[in-house]
T-cell receptor
């Protein structure tokens, strides 16, 4: 499985934007980039995914480098509820492949 | 609509015992997966089931087994429990779409402590 590299932890002030980086230098041409997050005492939840183009949804934006070797999850205005572990995951084009989690980035949000 | 539901939420077992964890997927979802999350680590894939058949297995010993029922619910069994089996066990369900964009939905997990 292709691997991703994320910082262990990051900190943000409330209501400020947060940029969570992810490196995936060995990504293949058919790998999708998925982001999940895990709030305290909960199971992971889907945030966003993309292949080549930048993506936006109600939760976040995903910026993908032109060479696809890195990506950035953008939370436009961090809230206390965004404090979680964020996982960047590469997933093959088949819809049935399992998720391969790393250790993720623990995001702390300061009021 | 109900999300992925798991039971029990917490349990304590003794080394050597056996445990069964249960999962009900989101209505309409036919694929169920199980993950183990040890404290401080990301979840690790254990099994995937679709239409009652095992479709994938992670690097776990044969003490771990699972099955899926006709109503798509699932059970995870772990025999001969070891202290290292203490973890959060997560069930996830999805509609097994053809492409990677199908979202996987997780339950809140079952916390297993082995003493």
């Amino acid at each position: 499985d292709a691997k991703t590299t994320q910082p262990n932890s990051m900190e943000s002030n409330e209501e400020e934007p947060v940029h969570l980086p992810c490196n995936h230098s060995t990504i293949s041409g058919t790998d999708y980039i998925h982001w999940y997050r895990q709030l305290p005492s909960q199971g992971p939840e889907y945030v966003i995914h993309g292949l080549t183009s930048n993506v936006n949804n109600r939760m976040a934006s995903l910026a993908i480098a032109e060479d696809r070797k890195s990506s950035t999850l953008i939370l436009h205005r961090a809230t206390l509820r965004d404090a979680a572990v964020y996982y960047c995951i590469l997933r093959g084009v088949s819809g049935n492949t399992p998720l391969v989690f790393g250790k993720g980035t623990r995001l702390s949000v300061i009021a | 609509d109900a999300g992925v539901t798991q039971s029990p939420t917490h349990l304590i077992k003794t080394r050597g015992q056996q445990v069964t964890l249960r999962c009900s997927p989101i209505s309409g979802h036919k694929s169920v997966s199980w993950y183990q999350q040890v404290l401080g680590q990301g979840p690790q894939f254990i099994f995937q089931y679709y239409e009652k058949e095992e479709r994938g297995r992670g690097n776990f010993p044969d003490r771990f087994s699972a099955r899926q029922f006709p109503n798509y619910s699932s059970e995870l069994n772990v025999n001969a429990l070891l202290l290292g089996d203490s973890a959060l066990y997560l069930c996830a369900s999805s509609w097994p779409g053809r492409f990677s964009g199908n979202t996987i939905y997780f339950g809140e997990g079952s916390w297993l402590t082995v003493v």
